[in-house]
């Protein structure tokens, strides 16, 4: 059973940093590529940014000069290092991984962590 954990998530003012994690774990063989999404109250699920497993990174025109993915592929861990956080980037943040496990090729989605971005 393959499980992604968020987090790092909570409440931080405007202008302010958090570092988001996502920890996968369970019977791994490989994971392809790593993303970050959102969802805010009222909207539909929006892609943040990606990370293959050769280090290439894809950023949503929104963010692109003040978030950060990265992953550390021996702990099978991604990142997102969220800077100069606006009011609208409040949302539920959740992680996404497409993975080789014991079950094949499959998706996988965590369970997602709340930031709320508030003065």
């Known amino acids: 059973q393959v499980q992604l954990v968020e987090s790092g998530g909570g409440l931080v003012q405007p202008g302010g940093s958090l570092r988001l994690s996502c920890a996968a774990s369970?019977?791994?063989?490989?994971?392809?590529?790593m993303g970050w999404y959102r969802q805010a109250p009222g909207k539909q699920r929006e892609l943040i940014a990606i990370?293959?497993?050769?280090?290439?990174?894809n950023n949503t025109d929104s963010v692109k000069d003040r978030f950060t993915i990265s992953r550390d592929d021996a702990k099978n861990t991604v990142y997102l290092q969220m800077n100069s956080l606006k009011p609208e980037g409040t949302a539920v943040y959740y992680c996404k991984a497409f993975l080789s496990s014991g079950r094949g090729q499959v998706t996988h989605w965590g369970q997602g962590t709340q930031v709320t971005v508030s003065s």
């Open positions: 369970g019977s791994i063989f490989s994971i392809y590529v």
């Open positions: 990370i293959t497993n050769d280090g290439n990174t």
